[in-house]
């Protein structure tokens, strides 16, 4: 170790345990911990406002635990860094890597610059389990079919390494007159207060969040994650997103309770979040282009009313509306309200993933470049091990058969919680007096269907029987 400082530019890692990077610069030097928020190079991919509000959040946790030491800038790193790194005379500089298309080839960019200055420059895996590179087929190809890649391509590539615990660091000591209030991340008005109730961000809140999943959620994960009104989802995924914690303690707390089906369940899950994003990184226009080149010729519809009353959750369909309108209000969907949500919108208002992709991206709060793609072009069937095109969900039976008693739909489509489970799904088909009973007043306190549901899956099917020919 030298007197010299070290850079730790913390990006999608905000935490100190099982952080390779950050552990490889408190045991090369004093260290200096740099956040710049680069809304430049991600150009349509800058972050959304849910993922800024969460970020807020989450720099200030980081902040705290570094005893105030975290030096926060906005900007391009490319000039910031290098600048910053010659006004402090430090030897080198240390980052998580990230698999983005803007970034890998940002981060190659100022590597090379970086290295030009005399610095030692080193980044670290930190942010997957298996680094994308690393996964192929035995041809050398990579995977374009989930159950390969997770049975067959990560064994190969090695079982998760164990995490590593919180490094010993020392700080340089130099000026810090920053504040995360210069990048200006809450938005005005104060939404964001409402929206993250009930979450915690940062890193103590994702280990909390993480325990609290193993204790109570994690026995009835491999049938429990289906059904939106019962707590046996993880709710990890920001925290992932943003590298509170990390897939290899995920993996491996979860190991540990060797719970059967249920952790081999959770842990392909992750295996998910894996996949999608070695699909990104070998197909960099993921975001913007199918997969499948001939949904090209697709005919997608335009229809701004429709848009905007599935983004609103007043669609008439209530499972589509209770899962819209979670959105709105908690900055999170359920995962099987998602796919019921996802297939409304491209199947049977038969309008442009891209709109789903967009409106998710600006308002999740686990918006993330690889996942959310990767989803909608599964569910759009345009993607690699994409559902099949004709697999189009019924959000009625699908209501009934993940919601059966109503509490999810009641909790966010509350003018109908007086309808019958019978027809809580349906109102359409309830009878007069039933409406009249519960207080409901079809397309005056709930809307009538903006679609024949019927109708509408006839309409998705032809389409996709003319590109099919």
């Known amino acids: 170790m030298t007197d010299a400082p070290v850079i730790h530019w913390f990006r999608q890692d905000l935490r100190r345990a099982d952080n390779p990077a950050l552990t490889d610069a408190a045991t090369s030097g004093p260290v200096v911990p740099v956040y710049i928020l680069d809304d430049i190079h991600p150009g349509d991919w800058a972050m959304g406002g849910a993922s800024r509000a969460w970020l807020h959040r989450s720099l200030t946790a980081l902040n705290a635990s570094l005893g ?37 080839a940002r981060d190659s960019r100022l590597k090379s610059t970086l290295r030009a200055q005399g610095l ?17 087929k035995p041809d050398g190809t990579p995977y374009r079919v989930f159950t390969p890649f997770f049975r067959k391509g990560c064994r190969a590539a090695g079982a998760p390494r164990a995490p590593l615990s919180v490094p010993t660091i020392t700080f340089a000591d130099v000026p810090n007159d920053t504040t995360l209030g210069d990048l200006a991340l809450r938005p005005r008005p104060r939404w964001d207060r409402a929206v993250l109730d009930g979450w915690t961000p940062g890193e103590a809140g994702a280990l909390s969040r993480l325990e609290a999943f193993l204790d109570t959620g994690l026995a009835h994960y491999k049938t429990g994650r289906d059904f939106p009104a019962k707590p046996y989802v993880s709710r990890l995924s920001p925290h992932l997103h943003f590298g509170e914690i990390s897939p290899h303690q995920a993996w491996h707390a979860a190991g540990n309770r060797a719970m059967g089906a249920n952790t081999d369940h959770f842990q ?14 070998h197909n960099p226009d993921l975001p913007g282009r199918n997969l499948q080149g001939k949904f090209d010729a697709f005919p997608w519809r335009e229809d701004a009313a429709a848009l905007a009353a599935w983004q609103q959750g007043r669609t008439g369909v209530p499972i589509v509306d209770a899962g819209m309108r979670e959105l709105w209000q908690t900055g999170y969907m359920h995962n099987r309200v998602r796919m019921i949500t996802g297939s409304f919108l491209v199947k049977n208002l038969l309008l442009h993933w891209h709109h789903g992709e967009r409106w998710f991206w600006d308002t999740l709060l686990d918006a993330d470049l690889a996942n959310n793609s990767a989803s909608w072009q599964w569910i759009a069937g345009s993607g690699a091990d994409a559902a099949p095109y004709f697999r189009i969900f019924n959000p009625v039976t699908q209501g009934r058969k993940f919601d059966a008693a109503g509490a999810y739909t009641r909790r966010f489509v509350p003018e109908l919680a007086e309808l019958p489970d019978k027809h809580l799904f349906a109102p359409w088909e309830a009878p007069a007096p039933v409406l009249r009973e519960a207080g409901v007043r079809l397309g005056e306190s709930y809307p009538a269907p903006i679609v024949d549901l019927r109708g509408s899956r006839q309409r998705a099917l032809d389409a996709f029987s003319s590109i099919s020919g």
């Open 120 to 136: 030692t420059v080193r980044s670290h895996p930190g942010a997957l389990l298996w680094e994308p590179m690393e996964v192929a």
């Open 268 to 281: 392909s899950e992750l295996g998910w979040r894996e996949f999608s994003h070695h699909l990104l990184y």
């Open 68 to 104: 105030g030491r975290l030096q926060v800038f906005a900007g391009d790193p490319e000039t910031l860094l290098p600048r910053l790194a010659r006004d402090l005379g430090a030897q080198g500089v240390t980052w998580t890597r990230a698999y983005e298309p803007w970034r890998t």
